[in-house]
């Protein structure tokens, strides 16, 4: 292959049901034409782990345990300590535009989330102008050094918060959600001027360019469109109501635009990374229901319970003094984030006293880790057979579940994460995912062997989160036939990009190209 140049604009956690109904409404009229006439390919995202695994998974067509990326806060291996997981410098392979560049292609990165700029790249990087959630992996940086101040010269700031979520971590008045969605709004215009423009210079093979705003309208604006949502409100504006349809017709026309003058030797991929849907799990459930196994027997009345470590790690953001939060929003550094968590965890933590506790992963999967002797430092399960009967115990009382309002399943299945995920780092990840029916809010839970436990709402700010499922559509000479039979995966897309431009796929890829897969 070869010769030909290739633009892939992405969206970043934008749901392709919603893509492709109102696309078939009417509203989307450039993935509506890029949807009929072209290649279409679903992707397969990783299972578990959508928030913090998908863009390293793609960067580097590896799985989660093998990059070892899996969630925003993630155990520190060795230790019962937290640390940040989604910083761009964990990802332990390079991204794969570093190959296209090592081989002599020009490159044009513009804001890619969870990543850094690249030494001695062969093109451009913009991180961070405006990407989801940036101030957690990275600072606002380029290669060159310098462009960063061009783009803020001539394009001035993107106009949304640092993180979309409210600042103090309390539920926004709609006041406050108008005002959110404006900037929103705002940054697509300009996000759509700075991809034009560096587009336009011509002065790439390869062009990569990410739409983030479609993440943080479906995480802050999901309960204004769904009326399953508890907080959904049929009073609210139009306008807050439609926000995410809006958001992503408004991406849509931008997309239009930039696809337009394409050269004829440019072709397209549109990559929507994953989905979207309600932020309904049972996640704030699943400490009462390890304590009503009582697999952790009888706790010391001094030990505070798991419930309140995790109490505290999520309103870490909250607590922090204000001068810190600012300093959040230029990037933290590790050890800021290490001393952070030290101050915010006087109190003893029970972990190293437990059998198995939950930690943090993305809510929307409930993530359980195991206390293995000799992984773990006070650990106090024996491999072998007595973990293995931990988990199928805990499997199995996860998996009858149900949920009371619906009668219903409220587990849709519990894996171990061998059974997911096979790699070098696969003992950093927790032991055991439990994915919730995101269908239905679970506000209680039940089961005969634990009765009946009720704990109000999940602990969030957001109404919208990951589902799976992605999408990639093709435009151009090398996208007319179908690629595959099954779904493309998300380890898939970075062997593809090489292979179009006949860049060698280095030892350590997992996935297989799909023009490779056709022929
Ligand atoms: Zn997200
Ligand atoms: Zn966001």
């Known amino acids: ?65 093998t ?17 940040l997981g989604l910083r761009a410098d964990r990802l332990p392979f390079p991204p794969f535009w570093d190959f296209l560049s090592r081989a002599g292609l020009r490159v044009a990165v513009i804001d890619a989330p969870l990543t850094r700029p690249l030494g001695n790249l062969n093109g451009i990087q913009v991180v961070n102008w405006g990407a989801h959630d940036g101030a957690w992996s990275w600072k606002r940086s380029s290669r060159p050094r310098g462009l960063i101040d061009e783009v803020l010269m001539r ?56 739409f983030s705003e479609s993440h943080c309208l479906g995480h802050q604006f999901w309960h204004f ?9 049929s009073k609210a ?44 799990h049972g996640t704030h459930l699943l400490d009462e229901i390890l304590e009503r196994l009582d697999i952790n027997g009888p706790q010391p009345t001094h030990v505070i319970s798991s419930h309140g470590v995790r109490k505290s790690i999520w309103e ?23 001393s952070l968590w030290h101050w915010s965890h006087p109190a003893f933590n029970p972990w190293p006293q437990m059998r198995a506790f939950q930690v943090p992963a993305n809510a929307m999967t409930g993530a359980i880790r195991v206390n293995l002797e000799g992984r773990e ?13 931990l988990l199928d115990r805990l499997s199995e009382a996860l998996m009858e579940l149900e949920n009371p309002e619906t009668g219903k399943n409220a ?59 992605g999408l990639l559509l093709g435009a151009g000479a090398q996208f007319k036939k179908p690629v595959l039979d099954g779904p493309a995966r998300t380890v898939d897309i970075a062997p593809t990009i090489l292979n179009f431009f006949g860049v060698p796929r280095p030892a350590f890829y997992e996935g297989q190209s799909l023009f490779e897969a056709r022929s």
């Not at 103090?168 to 001027?193: C, M, P, Q, T």
């Not at 336009?200 to 390869?206: I, P, V």
């Not at 469109?225 to 409100?233: E, I, K, L």
């Not at 809006?246 to 990559?271: C, F, K, P, V």
Request: with cysteine.
């Open 1 to 65: 292959m070869g010769r030909s140049r290739l633009v892939v604009l992405a969206l970043d956690a934008a749901d392709s049901r919603m893509v492709r109904k109102w696309a078939g409404e009417g509203c989307l009229p450039t993935m509506a034409r890029l949807l009929t006439a072209n290649e279409v390919l679903s992707i397969e995202t990783p299972a578990a782990v959508l928030e913090g695994a998908i863009w390293p998974t793609l960067y580097t067509s590896t799985s989660p345990a």
């Open 155 to 210: 394009f001035g700031e993107h106009p949304a918060p640092a993180t979309c979520d409210s600042p103090n971590y309390s539920v926004r008045a709609d006041f406050d959600f108008e005002e959110l969605r404006k900037s929103l709004f705002l940054g697509i215009e300009k996000k759509s001027a700075l991809l034009s423009h560096f587009l336009k210079t011509g002065e790439w093979d390869f062009f990569f360019g990410v």
């Open 411 to 469: 587990v849709e299945w519990v894996a171990e994460a061998g059974e997911l995920f096979q790699g070098p780092r696969l003992s950093e990840l927790p032991d055991l995912f439990v994915e919730w029916d995101h269908n239905t809010a679970i506000r209680s839970l039940r089961s005969t062997r634990i009765g009946t436990v009720t704990g109000g709402s999940p602990r969030t700010q957001r109404t919208g989160s990951h589902w799976a499922g």
């Open 316 to 338: 870490l953001k909250k607590i922090v003094p204000k001068t810190v939060r600012h300093g959040l929003n230029s990037g933290i550094s590790g050890r800021l984030f290490n």
């Open 237 to 280: 504006t139009e306008s807050l109501k439609s926000s995410i349809k809006d958001g992503y017709t408004a991406i849509d026309s931008a997309l239009g635009t930039l696809l337009e003058n394409r050269s004829s030797d440019t072709q397209t991929m549109i990559l929507l990374s994953h989905g979207m849907g309600p932020y309904f």
């Open 67 to 83: 990059h070892g990326m899996y969630a925003y806060l993630q155990i520190t291996p060795g230790t019962y300590d937290m640390r």
């Open 225 to 233: 469109m769904d009326s399953r949502h508890p907080r959904y409100n």
């Open 377 to 389: 430092p006070n650990g106090k399960v024996k491999q072998g057979r007595e973990y293995r009967s």
